[in-house]
């Protein structure tokens, strides 16, 4: 078993509760990784010695970035929309079926070669752990494969058999739930850890979610919920109410909304690349933060959207449009990731936990929003 002593940090985020609050900086740091796993963390000065040696060289290092939500099993491009958006067309959630006649389209290999490309983007910006969606496919087959694709690249994988109504339902939308919640659900549980529902215009109703997640809590899979997008919903609480690990979008909240995610363990995921693709408002982080919500920042990284796969370029947007600290938003990006997904063991650099790291091209993390579109990224640990 080989150790390796990464000393020389100018700035270490550790996030660690037991250090300090929020990000729990330590300076001229240093930390030993052994067989992928943190044994040690300290100051430079006292770290003991090691089989290889990294030389952060005054950097900042950070957690591996946990992002959260994104939907990487896809075929086909979607410019034309984002080109008409930036013209002034209006964004709705009808063009996921387009991109679902081209996925279902695609070979397993063409759709596993992309989604490899665009993690492969992830990680060089940073990301050690992601969460990938289905929803492309929207029906049995197709869902299960994607699916199936997904899990070759990470264990946090999401049934969203329930995006929207595909084309051939639209007259039975009662059916597609059925559909959902029966075969579809037999298909695909075994492939997934979580299941999510886009509860919002032009998708699925309240009391649609509802069904759709408890059929997936039945058969063991956590709840995640798209919500508050396009418009003001009960949707959030309806993912508060049921224990769900994450809400997402929370661009349009009540003040009820606010209270429910200030009180409950559910977790407020904002994403900031979405406002930036569809000039919608931006969420009001700072108001679920001050509130006492626990937040999370993700990509989305989609096709339609919001086709970015940079969680620093959305850590940029929340500092700016959002109203967020530097240290509120990386923190929001690594440990706030991490607990939307139910993980203790990543978005936090203590002993015990896994050697995500990523080291910076800078000084400090606050470089992450001072010079954005700058690619900081130096090292992926």
Not at 288 to 311: E, H, K, M, R, Y
């Amino acid at each position: 078993m080989t150790s390796t002593l990464i000393d020389g940090i100018g700035l270490l985020v550790t996030n660690n509760p037991e250090v300090g609050s929020l990000t729990a900086e330590r300076h001229d740091a240093a930390v030993v990784v052994e067989n992928g796993m943190i044994t040690w963390v300290g100051d430079s000065s006292g770290a003991p010695a090691a089989d290889l040696r990294i030389d952060a060289g005054g950097r900042c290092v950070i957690p591996g970035f946990v992002d959260s939500h994104s939907h990487l099993v896809f075929a086909g491009d979607r410019s034309d929309e984002f080109e008409a958006r930036m013209v002034g067309e209006k964004y709705a959630a009808g063009g996921i079926r387009r991109t679902v006649g081209l996925t279902r389209d695609a070979t397993d290999a063409a759709l596993a070669s992309n989604t490899a490309r665009l993690v492969a983007e992830m990680r060089a910006q940073g990301t050690t752990t992601v969460e990938i969606k289905s929803g492309y496919g929207l029906n049995t087959i197709d869902e299960a494969r994607s699916l199936a694709i997904a899990g070759q690249f990470t264990e946090e994988i999401t049934f969203l058999g329930a995006h929207v109504v595909p084309a051939e339902f639209t007259d039975d939308p009662a059916g597609y739930v059925e559909l959902v919640t029966g075969e579809m659900l037999d298909a695909c549980a075994p492939r997934a850890k979580w299941i999510d529902v886009f509860c919002d215009d032009g998708a699925f109703d309240v009391d649609q979610a509802r069904t759709i997640l408890q059929a997936g809590q039945a058969r063991g899979l956590g709840a995640r919920m798209h919500a508050g997008q396009l418009g003001p919903s009960d949707g959030v609480r309806l993912a508060v109410e049921l224990g769900a690990a994450s809400v997402d979008h929370c661009t349009f909240l009540s003040d009820a909304d606010v209270d429910a995610l200030a009180s409950g363990s559910t977790v407020a995921t904002v994403l900031p690349g979405v406002e930036f693709s569809t000039r919608q408002p931006y969420p009001d982080a700072r108001r679920l933060i001050d509130a006492g919500a626990t937040v999370a920042i993700a990509s989305d990284c989609n096709p339609g959207s919001c086709f970015t796969s940079s969680v620093p370029f959305c850590i940029a947007l929340a500092v700016r449009e959002m109203h967020l600290s530097p240290a509120e938003a990386v923190w929001a990006a690594t440990a706030g990731g991490a607990q939307a997904l139910w993980r203790e063991d990543v978005g936090v650099v203590a002993v015990g936990k896994k050697a995500d790291l990523v080291m910076l091209d800078a000084p400090s993390y606050v470089h992450l929003a001072y010079r954005p579109g700058v690619p900081l990224i130096h090292r992926v640990i």
